[in-house]
């Protein structure tokens, strides 16, 4: 029982090269989110006590399925064992089905999507520049990198920042005053730049929003080229599966004939 066309070697190699990958990845999810959850900060201090699924979590769920998928894969390919690689493609098909159902919730949920995005920033802009809650410094860097980049200020708008349901800590410790990645780049380096003119005045969520739009053919065509990865990896571990079924009827079947013919 043993892989032996052209086609079922080639699709052993690279079934096995892309699990080793996908293997390698896992771990380093795993070890990151780890990390990240011993290490406190954001993950503890904030988004624990607001009841969230964290990040940590979701790395080091999604390190765990990629480890385990990826170790049945590499097992099934090179040991050749045909009940391994029917979990594995079980699993991938499963995956690919929860992917194709997920997307469709999205679609169909957005609002409610939508929304409770904005309750998790909500969230997370209380805590900004609070070096006590925000240890490792994440909350302060991400807002931060978000209005550099997509040249905004605030969730809504600038006036976020002072208010004192949305920004608790900054407008106690800074009140009246924007913060630096508001700043538009020629006044980055001024004391502060709460005249009008020298800060974004659009809202991140309506940026983030135009910026979806402009991209969504991007967004479309990285989706779908996931999609026919998945399936062209389906289709290996499928070629494998088969060949090694049928190799295995074959010998099944020349046992049988040799007993017959003794007899």
Known sequence: MKV????????????LLVNVFIF??????????????VGGGLYQNVLNEAGFVTVPVILMFLGSLFLVIAFLAIVGALCEVVIILKIYLGVVAFILFLEVVLV????????EVEKQT??????????YGNETSDELNVITKVIDETQQWLECCGLVSPDDWRSGEKAKWWVQEHPDTFPKSCCKSEYVNEASCNDAGQFYEVGCRDKLYTWVESNVTYVTVVGLILLVFQCFILICGLKIRFELASDDEFGNVGNFNMETTTL
Not at 24 to 37: A, C, D
Not at 118 to 127: D, F, P, R, T
């Open 4 to 15: 032996q066309s052209c086609g079922g070697k080639a699709s052993k190699v690279l079934l």
């Open 24 to 37: 390698l990845l896992g771990g380093g999810f795993v070890g990151l989110g780890v990390y990240y959850h």
């Open 104 to 111: 469709c919730v999205v679609i169909a949920m957005r609002g």
């Open 118 to 127: 904005i309750e998790v920033i909500q969230e997370l802009m209380e805590h």
